[in-house]
């Protein structure tokens, strides 16, 4: 479907990504430069959560980069730059699972050391799952626990919710990045929420626990 004027226009004048992107279409290598200084770290964040290697997260996000470059002169702005360029991360991200799947070189659960806490998404699981401990636990215990809890969740379900938190992305705006409908990507959620509180709740005493509707 052919992207209409009104759309584009609306894009550029609310988004000043887009704007750089435009520039970046028409061969201005300044405007590049600033797009991936403004998004390289918030790219091998999220990268980093999915491959648990960072050395792997930010060879993806060169990709994702170079792919941008090339697909500069096809750029058409019908969505936030934003949505778009996680669109080509979760495209990345997808076939790396896979390869590195293949060679057994990516785990669910990184290893534990004596000093081993909870990441970002495994601290953004705890939270999502809606449970608190009224419990002592220490840092090793409750990293594990969340760990456990992550390893449930679908490698869509996890984007959805990093999307959702990390970069605080509309349902809408995490359908156009997975190409997904606004409903799955509500339901990816709640399932997501579902499967950490199922997870956490064993190691919990006395948390809250809200009403579950994992069809939803």
Known sequence: ???????????ELRDPD???????????AAAFEELVQRYQGRLISV???LVHQRDVAEDLAQEVFLRVFRARKTYEPGAKFSTWLFTIAN????????????RREV???????ADSQATPLEQLALE???LMPTRQVDNRE??????QAVSTL?????????????????????????????????????????????????????GVVPECHPDE
């Open 107 to 113: 785990h669910l659960i990184p290893p534990q050391n």
């Open 154 to 206: 679908s490698e869509r379900q996890k984007m959805a919710l990093l999307l959702s938190k990390f970069e605080g992305m509309s349902y809408a705006e995490i359908g156009q990045a997975m190409g997904a409908s606004t409903q799955a990507v509500k339901s990816l959620l709640s399932r997501a929420r579902c499967n950490l509180r199922a997870a956490l709740e064993p190691y919990m005493k006395d």
């Open 128 to 130: 999502a799952s809606g």
């Open 142 to 147: 409750r990293a594990e626990m969340v760990r």
């Open 1 to 11: 479907m052919a992207l209409s004027d009104t759309t584009a226009q609306n894009y």
């Open 91 to 102: 495209n990345v991200a997808s076939n790396a699972r896979r390869s590195l799947a293949r």
């Open 47 to 49: 990268l980093e959560q």
């Open 18 to 28: 887009v704007r750089l992107m435009l520039q970046v279409r028409n061969d201005n």
